[in-house]
């Protein structure tokens, strides 16, 4: 008797022309040859063995090549970054960037006035500066999207800060060790990597890249990561695995996100070739080089050696008449030293 479930095909007893189709006559019953039909999903009978190849990697069902990106945007641009480890920090010295903001443009104001004028909106200027001291202004934060009134004084200029988008401890780690004094002052007053932003947040990501700070803003972090790339690509600095895999998953968000062409300015100019033996930068000429940096300041009157002194120690910025205070710390003359 067949399986519940089972379907056959009937043939009269004369068909089956053996000895076991005549037995099966002689007890009324009919011969039975089975039909197999084509699965439907819901197996009813024994188990049917399929022999369907499996769908190869990449098709419908399976995940497909990660996406490099357009030509042009920065996600094309990251995977033209070299990945390796980063070098010590040591011999780092800010001062072996410049001594302070310089004048890239030649136009006759510093660099942080230029930025400020840039990123603020209704500034006015301090008089007989030529409108080159920026005095008061507003600023849309791009770090937390939050407005700010500027207005610059011992007790307020520091609420907006100019940020090294790539920092310079940072690059110091990832290149620029073998630069010349020329290339470190140009990536330090580089419009490209300057931005005005939130005094506090600026002293929060310190010299943080993308691995270890973003912007708490969620919306601005595609072009903040963009602006890192292109700085890095303009200066052949290089990114770790970790800074790496963190752009690239800003950047999946975002792919069609643009590489910044410097806001207007001359593009960096490309990098020398470093010498046999590249000479170290001097150090700023008005501020002598003691044997020893008291870090902090001791009382009775003595100077921290510079400004990496003043912010290792905390004490930045810096302002007249605070401890350890020299006036080259000073260099926009506002009353506030290594902002």
Known sequence: MAARGDRCRRRPVAAAGSAVALLLAVAGLTACTPVLEPSSGTSTGAPQSSSAAPEPPGTAGGPGPADPGEPGTALASLAELEVKGRAPRTGYDRDLFGDGWGDPDRNGCDARNDVLARDLTDETFKPGTRDCVVATGTLVDPYSGETIAFRRGQDTSDDVQIDHVVAVSDAWQKGAQAWDAARRVAFYNDPLNLLAVDGRLNQQKGDGDAATWLPPDRGYRCAYVAR??????????????????????????????????????????????????????PGPASVPEPAAAPVPAPPGGASYRNCDAVRAAGAAPIRVGDPGWRASFDRDGDGVGCE
Not at 233 to 260: F, I, K, N, S
């Open 228 to 281: 890192q790339i292109a700085v890095k690509l303009g200066y052949d600095l290089w990114v770790t695995r970790a800074e790496h895999d963190a752009m690239a998953t800003v950047l999946g968000r975002c792919p069609d996100q643009p590489l910044p062409d410097g806001d207007g300015a001359a593009p960096p100019e490309p990098a020398a070739a470093p010498a046999a033996a590249p000479t170290p930068a």
